[in-house]
Each structure stands twice: as structure tokens, then as C-alpha cells.
């Protein structure tokens, strides 16, 4: 099967924020530039898929999922993807990139259904047989739509800081669609929102001593399972991703702040300022002082 790769240009403005919304209504193919609903491709962002009526049938990495009004779930960057058939579909498709928004995901990470839902659900999709993705139906549903209609109207390609509304309701959605997913009480999503729980912890409490056994019971996994989950879904194992959460607060405190560089050690969690200073260095390229005072 051939994949094509989704052009950029047509859904980010070059000198705005990554951040696009797209609409599907029926059936009729090609309904917006650079539309490949119904073509299998991949693209360097990631995409929001809100379904709010109809359904299908979604291939997505070799596997086909039946998906119906109030399926939500993301498609991450580089993920092949494409409907094989859709019967009176319509939804939202939110575009961004998360690598230009990761001031806001970080701390939308203090979420552990952030977590689990845009980090974790997609890992374990396959495995899971689509049954962790996210179905919200009622009044959930209601509102929800409201919150797109309006991130709709908003878009206006032309209109001085259009782009930045897009942005605010695309924040507003994705904590709505956090908070949402972390009420679910099926055992899989359970288990990712302990994941979840985790990461949100490690960002929130970066000055606790922290070890390998605690993170574990923290998730009900062994280490031996832990260390590999995480890794595949952050690229780094538990410790360092501690280490490299305390070292962007450390940059942040040299930013902003006087307190020594022993104090600002011990402030993010660091209880040797040689070890500090050398982990510092390797991962800035300088070291806390000269970054300091650039």
C-alpha cells in the first residue's frame, strides 16, 4: 500500500502557531485542502480525531477499528493512518504540533489524563484492541461540540491573532478531554492512568527522593515492566526523565532567580551540586553559571 506523506503548508500558516482545525461532514471526499481522509498517509504532527456522528472504519498502523459517534482518540506524528470506509461521518480533526507547544504540554503533564490519553493510549492501542481510546456520549458530547463550534467560527486565516484562539480552545479541549478520560474506570485505562499518575507526580514532585521501587508501586508494575513501558513512550527511562524534569527547573530558577547554584541544586531535587553542575552541562552544553549569565 502506498503512503503519502500530508503536506504541513496546507493546514500551518508558516509564521503562526502549528495549530489547525478541520471539518468532515458526510461522505464526499476531498472536503478541505490537503484533505486525505480517505487516503492512507502519514504527517510530521499530531492529530485530535473527535467523531460526532456517523462512523466507520479506521486503519491506523496495519490494524482496522470500527469507530462511531463519540470516539475520540489521537493519531500521533508519523503514524499511518486513513479511513477504509465511513458511513455519514462527520468530525473534528484538531492538527498541532506538539514539539512548538511543549511550554503548554508540559504543564498540561501535571494532568494524569493527559498523560494516559496522549502519551500512553496510543502505545498500547494494539494491544488493547482500541478498547482504552475514549467514548463520551450525553451531555459530555454537548458540550464538547460547543467548544468546537466555537474554536470554528474563530478560524479565521486572516484575522489578527486567530491562530493564538485556536490555541486557547485547543487547550481548553485537551484538558476537557484529560479530565474525561481520567473518570473512566475500565481496568486497561486504569492501568494507563497509573502511568499517567506518574509522570504527572515526577513533574509536580521533582524534590522528592525518588527511586526506582517507589515509582513501581506507584504503577503496580515491576521494574523489570516499568523501565521498558515508559521508555517507549517517553524515550527516556523513569530516572531520567526525573533528571531531566529537574533540570528544566533549574534552568528556569537561573533564569529568574538569585539563589545560589548549590541552592537551586538542592530547590530541584539535586542533593550533590558537582553531580548538578556535570548533568547540567552535559545535557545545555554550558554550565549553570555561564547559563546564567546568557
Known amino acids: 500500500m502506498q503512503t503519502v506523506r500530508a503536506n504541513r503548508q496546507d493546514f500551518f500558516h508558516p509564521e503562526c502557531c502549528p495549530i489547525a482545525l478541520r471539518t468532515i461532514q458526510g461522505d464526499i471526499p476531498e472536503q478541505h485542502e490537503g484533505d486525505l481522509t480517505d487516503i492512507c498517509h502519514t504527517h510530521d504532527f499530531s492529530e485530535l480525531i473527535i467523531i460526532t456522528e456517523g462512523g466507520g472504519t479506521h486503519w ?4 482496522s477499528y470500527q469507530v462511531s459517534a463519540g470516539d ?5 506524528g508519523n503514524t499511518a493512518h486513513y479511513f477504509l470506509k465511513r458511513s455519514h461521518l462527520s468530525m ?8 512548538y507547544l511543549k511550554e503548554h504540554l508540559r504543564s498540561l503533564r501535571s494532568l494524569s489524563g493527559f498523560n494516559a490519553f496522549f ?3 496510543p502505545s498500547y492501542r494494539k494491544s488493547h484492541k482500541f478498547r482504552s481510546r475514549l467514548h463520551v456520549t450525553g451531555e459530555t458530547m454537548c458540550t464538547l461540540r460547543q467548544i468546537l463550534q466555537q474554536m470554528a467560527s474563530g478560524q479565521n486565516k486572516n484575522a489578527p491573532g486567530a491562530d493564538l484562539l485556536l490555541l486557547a ?5 485537551f484538558v476537557f478531554i484529560s479530565r474525561e478520560y481520567s473518570k473512566n ?3 486497561m485505562v486504569r492501568s494507563l492512568h497509573r ?3 506518574l509522570i504527572s507526580r515526577l513533574e509536580s514532585c521533582y524534590k522528592e527522593e525518588w527511586t526506582i521501587a517507589r515509582m513501581s508501586r ?7 515492566t516499568l523501565i521498558p513501558v515508559f521508555k517507549k513512550v517517553t524515550g527516556y527511562s523513569p530516572v531520567d526523565y526525573l533528571i531531566r524534569v529537574r533540570l528544566s527547573k533549574a534552568a528556569e530558577l537561573l533564569s529568574r532567580e538569585e539563589l545560589s547554584i548549590s541552592d537551586i541544586s538542592r530547590e530541584c531535587g539535586f542533593a550533590d551540586s558537582n553531580y548538578f553542575s556535570r548533568q547540567f552541562r552535559c545535557h545545555y552544553g554550558v554550565s549553570p553559571r555561564d547559563y546564567r549569565r546568557h
Open 119 to 121: 502519551l500512553f493510549e
Open 195 to 197: 502511568l499517567g499518575q
Open 60 to 63: 491506523i498502523d496495519g490494524e
Open 218 to 224: 506507584l504503577v503496580s508494575m515491576a521494574p523489570s
Open 72 to 76: 475520540i482518540f489521537l493519531i500521533q
Open 92 to 99: 473534528f480533526n484538531i492538527m498541532f504540533d506538539d514539539s
Open 169 to 173: 480552545k485547543a487547550l481548553e479541549i
Open 185 to 187: 474506570k475500565d481496568p
